[in-house]
């Protein structure tokens, strides 16, 4: 999927919810406008939040959103195995299986 293709569950979720959705893409942007971290820092904090939660789509979108902020492979990567401790190797390996669904496309 290129960075700039919306997956199809989206589209349809924005089609029949747009006000709904407008909503969350401005929440998701205000909060990352919040604090002192930058773009690239914010999608791989919330790329691991998606990997812990085990939302595939969550870790497609962070790991694109990461890599379109500067975030190299190897960061993406890191980001999820810091996960291997608190959260366990099954969760972490379907996360980075995930990942290199976007990062090997």
């Known amino acids: 999927m290129s ?12 089609s029949r ?12 942007g205000a909060v990352r406008a919040e604090g002192p971290l930058d773009t690239k820092t914010s999608h791989l904090i919330q790329l ?3 990997a812990v939660s085990q939302s595939e789509g969550g870790v497609h979108s962070h790991t694109r959103r990461a890599m379109e902020a500067g975030a190299s492979e190897d960061e993406i990567y890191h980001a999820l195995i810091l996960l ?10 379907a996360a980075i299986s995930w990942a290199d669904d976007v990062i090997k496309g």
């Open 3 to 14: 960075s700039d293709e919306i997956p199809k569950h989206h589209e349809s979720l924005k």
């Open 17 to 28: 919810f747009p006000g709904v959705m407008a909503a969350l893409e401005n929440l998701g």
């Open 48 to 50: 691991a939040a998606a």
């Open 84 to 93: 291997l401790s608190p959260v366990g190797f099954p969760k972490v390996a």
